[in-house]
């Protein structure tokens, strides 16, 4: 699934979170993702409390996430920020995610302040409920099965605003520093005011590609702004598959480098960098190079427009001195996400479909794995009981051609492997679900 992110009235971290919570996203699991950061309680409490509510921005209705924090305006340098996301008991993809959307919000603020980021302080958005802001909304994408975020154009609006060092230019300077880095595209906003904040240029510019993708949308999430303008103060998050051009495949581009001295201890690390900056699938394969020394080629999918963060991330990240860049083109199959109920809660699963019709049903890994540590039980139980919950959803679902394809296939288990075709329709090869997924294991995406 893809997610793009329409913004007529800008973007905050609250407003995002409306937009997950208003696409889907339980707002328990929201507060369950905050107490697993183990944040240290007050006198009175947790110190920070979510609600969620429905609101009208002019005509359209919304949902209007609230994040209340009792502690106020704490300093923290990212050190202190990344001990405490790196100690939180999340997925390693949310974690490393919201290390990222920090360590960035870091160089922008140091390099708006002439400091260095070891000595940046955090102030507003070093608070406890940017904090919540950030890990939530990577925890949500993780949840929605998002596995690829766009965003339009950044509408900025002028003005003043008043900071911890006092009252500053909009937008404001961090926030034009991280559009900056990554060339957002900006246009002028309906009116004045605040409508980009740091947190949400932050989230925008580390987790997000600027563009508008062709998608079949399947669902919106309205999220609602705190503040009134005199147009609808929201963000719309449409949620979908991308569409692809099934004649032509997909263009994409293979970055590839030949290596022989480098600890192999350290493949694993550049390839989570790899991934993390967008990579679409890395891989090693072992050669033999000059003066007969083993060595390994490293490969790279992405697409194109990637090609020059993946190439330097390669060249800064590994010892090799030189990538090799060539395009290829990829013939997909259509696949969406859905939700079926097991004995250990609900569980995302991948519908594989060519041609309109569904092919296969495979559970998705990473959420197997949350769920087993959830319950502390075997992945394998979790995969097997999403794997059978999937292919009965989707065997009532499927075209008639293929439930009798699947009863036929049933048949001859039942009659071992004896052929059973009843007289009355033919039998026709091939027209079943396809497959049972593989072992539990990564998701293939060659």
Request: charge should be negative; hydrophobic fraction near 40%; proline fraction near 8%.
């Amino acid at each position: 699934m893809i997610g793009y992110l329409d913004l007529p009235s800008g973007i905050s971290g609250d407003m995002f979170l409306g937009c997950l919570v208003d696409a889907g996203w339980p707002l328990a699991e929201l507060q369950a993702t905050i107490h697993r950061l183990h944040l240290p309680p007050t006198p009175n409490g947790p110190g920070w409390a979510i609600r969620a509510e429905p609101v009208m921005r002019g005509p359209l209705r919304a949902t209007l996430v609230t994040v209340e924090a009792a502690e106020g305006h704490v300093h923290r340098h990212l050190a202190d920020i990344r001990q405490i996301i790196q100690a939180a008991d999340l997925p390693t993809a949310v974690r490393e995610a919201a290390i990222r959307v920090f360590t960035r919000l870091a160089h922008a603020e140091a390099a708006v302040h002439g400091v260095s980021v070891e000595e940046i302080h955090f102030h507003e958005v070093g608070a406890l409920d940017a904090i919540i802001d950030i890990v939530g909304v990577c925890a949500g994408l993780h949840a929605l099965g998002i596995r690829r975020l766009y965003a339009g154009s950044v509408p900025l609006g002028e003005g003043w605003t008043r900071s911890a060092h006092g009252p500053i230019p909009l937008p404001a300077p961090a926030t034009l520093e991280l559009l900056a880095a990554v060339q957002a595209p900006t246009r002028p906003a309906p009116g004045p005011g605040e409508l980009v904040t740091p947190t949400g240029a932050a989230l925008l510019a580390e987790l997000a590609t600027f563009g508008q993708p062709p998608m079949a949308v399947q669902r919106i999430g309205l999220g609602a702004g705190r503040k009134e303008f005199d147009w609808p103060n929201l963000a719309r998050l449409w949620l979908g598959e991308e569409i692809r051009s099934e004649s032509q495949g997909t263009p994409l581009v293979v970055l590839e480098t030949n290596i022989d001295d480098m600890n192999p201890e350290l493949y694993a690390a550049v390839s989570r960098q790899l991934f993390a900056h967008g990579a679409l699938d890395v891989w090693t394969t072992p050669i033999q190079m000059k003066k007969g020394r083993p060595g390994v080629l490293l490969s790279v999918l992405a697409r194109a427009e990637q090609e020059k963060a993946l190439s330097t991330l390669l060249l800064r990240e590994s010892t090799t001195l030189g990538v090799r860049v060539y395009g290829v083109r990829r013939h997909e199959a259509q696949r969406h996400l859905e939700m079926v109920e097991t004995r250990f809660g609900p569980v995302p699963v991948k519908v594989k479909r060519v041609g309109g019709e569904v092919w296969g049903v495979k559970p998705e890994y990473d959420a197997c794995v949350d769920v087993a540590e959830a319950h502390r039980v075997p992945v394998r139980l979790v995969y097997e009981a999403a794997l059978a919950a999937g292919q009965a959803y989707w065997e009532t679902r499927v075209p008639e051609t293929q439930n009798l394809a699947a009863q036929d296939k049933k048949e001859h288990m039942d009659h071992d492997s004896q052929t059973s075709i009843r007289p009355d329709r033919p039998h026709e090869h091939g027209d079943h679900l396809r497959g049972s997924g593989p072992e539990p294991g990564h998701p293939g995406r060659g």
